[in-house]
């Protein structure tokens, strides 16, 4: 399964809204998680079943979606939020397959 | 605390092989699917392969297959990958990862360990 996220970069102010995609090939049913990585960092895990926060993440962050299409949301930026976000799914394996990234930076 | 930590990086030439190592702990080692995913240099996440509980499964991404091998020991709370036959598109920093269920996501990762296959 190819997951596609959308857009590659983001450019965001501190306070605002963000929304990233991430749509797979065909349908993952609800099995999606989301990975926040930053610079020299490895990946934590924000979301998974496609909209369950994971321990410790703020609620700023919400997910959404089944089947083919989903979003991640982070309410209102913060500056710890600027980082690069994946998508991967686990419906249909091996292999379990990532997104390629999408940036969100300051703008 | 579940910590993870993996160690056996380095540089190595096309063709050479490299035994990674991940010491988990601050958890019931022998609970988890575990799995390693690599990140090349300014790239995104692809996942390499995973074991099951009790080693009796396991699965690679096609790149790696008769290559890599996974393996544990749960006794060691430790796991491995032995790479063989290493090409320059292996160079990545490559992550130990726990997986919250069999067939699932990647709630705890390690800080990785870089591999870098050159000549």
């Known amino acids: 399964i190819v997951m596609t996220q959308s857009p590659v970069t983001l450019s965001v102010s501190p306070g605002e809204r963000a929304t990233l995609s991430c749509r797979a090939s065909?349908?993952?049913?609800?099995?999606l998680a989301w990975y926040q990585q930053k610079p020299g960092q490895a990946p934590r895990l924000l979301i998974y079943?496609?909209?369950t926060r994971a321990t410790g993440i703020p609620a700023r962050f919400s997910g959404s979606g089944s089947g083919t299409g989903f979003t991640l949301t982070i309410s209102s930026l913060q500056s710890e939020d600027f980082a690069v976000y994946y998508c991967?799914?686990?419906?249909?394996?091996?292999?379990?397959?990532f997104g390629q990234g999408t940036k969100v930076e300051i703008k | 605390e579940v910590q993870l930590v993996e160690s056996g990086g380095g540089l190595v030439h096309p063709g050479g092989s490299l035994r990674l190592s991940c010491a988990a702990s601050?958890?019931?080692?022998?609970?988890?699917?575990m799995t390693w995913v690599r990140q090349a240099p300014g790239k995104g996440l692809e996942w390499v392969a995973n074991?099951?509980?009790?080693?009796?499964?396991?699965y690679y991404v096609d790149s790696v297959k008769g290559r890599f091998t996974i393996s544990r020991d749960n006794a060691k709370n430790s796991l491995y990958l032995q790479m063989n036959s290493l090409r320059a598109e292996d160079t990545a920093l490559y992550y130990c990862?726990?997986?919250?269920?069999?067939?699932?996501?990647?709630?705890?990762w390690g800080q990785g360990t870089l591999v870098t296959v050159s000549s």
């Open positions: 601050g958890f019931t080692f022998s609970f988890y699917w």
């Open positions: 079943g496609a909209s």
């Open positions: 065909q349908s993952v049913s609800s099995n």
């Open positions: 990862a726990r997986e919250y269920s069999g067939s699932s996501y990647f709630d705890s």
């Open positions: 074991i099951k509980q009790d080693g009796s499964e396991k």
């Open positions: 991967q799914q686990y419906n249909d394996w091996p292999p379990w397959t």
